[in-house]
């Protein structure tokens, strides 16, 4: 009686049959997304006259967009940290409040929120006698340069107000998660050498959990640069403030559309490098972490 072909040999076959198939569709694919690419610079390149006139305003823009982006996330993590701090209070007062602070803000949406700031919460400091615009801008008459406070200063401040807030609460689950994600025989450790629970939460426990929530921070702070983008309805000259004013007056439909790709292209040259360096840190810190 004879031997059929063994299992190996059988997937060895198959396996030879489906390798071409699987690089032709990879090939396909490869090919498809430089005729894409090359179209889409050819689309570019027909608009170049309009797209060198836009740029540099355009730039502008996306580099309002990214400063407020910036100090947004840094009154962010303020915020996010001291609510994580309080949801992890042992005072259960401490705790409904972070746990309010949380859930009304990731449950309500964020345009509602930044309106809410600049006219309801601006409408009644301003009728309190408190405006940011007159405070800093005779801040900095005092130091002569009071050319640098612009008029939409309320709303950059209410903006960024606004912003970190918002963001505040989702960077309070991240920084909460983190610090859950430290093992407690660490938290114990540093107690038995005497540490109090002050100094184990600086020294031990946050150092390990920052190392864990860079990843969604980064994550987090891509969206908020896209989400800067409802500060143009605050009247703040940003990047889709100046797209929206450039496009809304083109006739050409055509030429309308090249703006808003153009606006769009703006926060893909700042967003991408941040997801690639996103993506980095959590290979390199899963890396290290199986390392340990």
Sequence with gaps: MLAGPSTRETS???GQG???RRAGSDYFYYVLVVVALGAFAYYLYQYRQEGLVYLPALLQGALVSLVVSLISTL???LFGLMGA???LSRFRLIRWLSTIYVEVVRG???LVQLLLWYYGIGQVLAVAG???HSIAFEFMTV???NSLVPDAFNGFFYGIIGLSFNYGAYMTEVFRAGILAVDKGQTEASLSLGLDARQTMRHVVLPQAIRIIIPPFTNNFITLIQDSAFLSVMAVIELEYVTIGFALPQTNPNSKLFVFVLGALCYLVICYPLSVLARYFERRLSV???DV
């Design 12 to 14: 060895v076959r198959l």
């Design 75 to 77: 009154f962010a993590l």
């Design 143 to 145: 130091l002569q340069n």
């Design 18 to 20: 489906l390798w071409p």
């Design 288 to 290: 290290e972490h199986l």
């Design 130 to 132: 408190f405006n940011p």
């Design 85 to 87: 701090l309080g949801r």
């Design 108 to 110: 309500t949406p964020l």
